[in-house]
């Protein structure tokens, strides 16, 4: 999760009019260090904008590694009396899930290595040897931690550095989803940062929603799509580490932020990026991760045994050439 914005900027467009026929609403802000869009049909007014930004404080104060204050970062500072709450907990239980079935490709305990690398929230170590990750592997293991039956989290190592970037985004956006749907609301779109959640229909154009898969080689500032898909009350998530990555100022080695647990390397894979879509968007978020660092042959091994999870991947051959694999569920839901 980067840098949060507590303080959104909220944009209101109705369109259509009648009591009885949903009105489409747009917000749009910021959060998580990003920004957000959303668009819902509603018959009734709401503080909608209210809501949203409740659900933004209370994920940027359990699980945001940028809030020093948060339960994450007290944690990460040795704090091992705080009782997490439901949000923690509910993070923590998908990133098992996930650590498990990825085979410890996934693991939100990297902290120490992300960081080091310079992708955390500290500088980044000026050398980066064997010897230093040798030293560092030691606290990386989502079996080194646990929560106790008290509610507080106990780890092996006091260094061991939570980090649940990669799930927590996408936690955010159901969560955000969940709060529409309490009040009332069964037919929207959320998309943030790039990651999306679709439930229903869009009444506007009378089907379901539609989504872009952003291109390898697309510019941040002219985004371009290499396809659409339909989306069924499904979260899709995306990543790749064209965009994200660091260049050592002296030494001049390129750093992905995908990084493997079990060798400590932030080195590309075969798998250039990954887009996923699954039940929820944290699963999503997960898994594209993953998959990122497991590589490609990994990848596709452990998508045949997970028949509620389709990927879209691009991957590099021998040769270096970009080859593109998609799972025959992610393939019926494509546009023509």
């Known amino acids: 999760m980067k840098k949060p914005i507590l303080l959104i900027t909220v944009f209101l467009l109705f369109i259509s009019c009648g009591n009885e026929t949903p009105k489409a609403t747009v917000l749009k802000g910021n959060a998580f260090g990003t920004t957000y869009t959303i668009q819902y049909f509603s018959k009734n007014v709401f503080y909608a904008e209210k809501g949203i930004d409740s659900v933004i404080h ?17 944690i990460n500072k040795g704090d091992s009396t705080l009782v997490v709450d439901a949000i923690f ?17 996934f693991d939100p305990t990297i902290g120490v ?3 080091a690398y310079g992708f955390g929230d500290v500088k980044p170590l000026k050398q980066i040897d064997s010897s230093t990750l040798d030293s560092l592997l030691q606290y990386v293991g989502f ?3 646990m929560i106790t039956a008290e509610g507080t989290v106990k780890k092996k190592y006091p260094q061991i550095y939570f980090d649940f970037n990669a799930v927590a985004k996408g936690y955010g ?20 940062g790039g990651e999306i959640l679709a439930k229903g229909t869009n009444l506007k154009e ?21 396809a ?38 932030a080195e590309q894979s075969d798998v250039t990026s990954a887009t996923v879509i699954a039940s929820t968007c944290a699963l999503a978020d997960a898994y594209a991760t993953a998959f990122m ?25 021998g040769n270096n050439e970009t080859q593109v694999f998609v799972t025959s569920g992610f393939k019926d839901l494509l546009v023509e």
């Not at 209370?58 to 007290?74: A, E, G, L």
């Not at 989803?177 to 959320?190: A, C, R, V």
């Not at 009378?206 to 799509?225: F, H, M, N, P, Q």
């Open 113 to 115: 290595l992300r960081n």
């Open 228 to 265: 659409t898909v339909v989306l069924k009350d499904k979260g899709m998530a995306s990543s790749g580490n064209y965009r994200k990555f660091r260049v050592d100022d002296i030494t001049g080695k390129k750093y992905v932020h995908i990084i493997n647990p079990h060798t400590g390397r």
């Open 58 to 74: 209370r994920v940027n104060r359990s699980v945001s590694t940028y809030m020093p204050n948060s339960d994450i970062s007290k």
């Open 206 to 226: 009378g089907k379901y929603w539609i989504a872009g898969i952003e291109a390898v080689d697309s510019k941040l500032e002219d985004r371009s799509y290499t």
């Open 293 to 317: 660092a497991m590589g490609f042959e990994n990848t596709k091994q452990l998508l045949s045994e997970l028949p509620q999870i389709e990927a879209y991947l691009t991957h590099t051959k």
């Open 173 to 192: 956006i159901d969560l955000m989803g969940t709060y529409l749907e309490s009040e009332g609301i069964s037919n929207y779109i959320i998309e943030l």
């Open 89 to 105: 907990k509910e993070v923590y239980r998908i990133s098992e899930i996930v650590y498990n079935k990825s085979k410890g490709f």
């Open 143 to 145: 079996k080194k931690v």
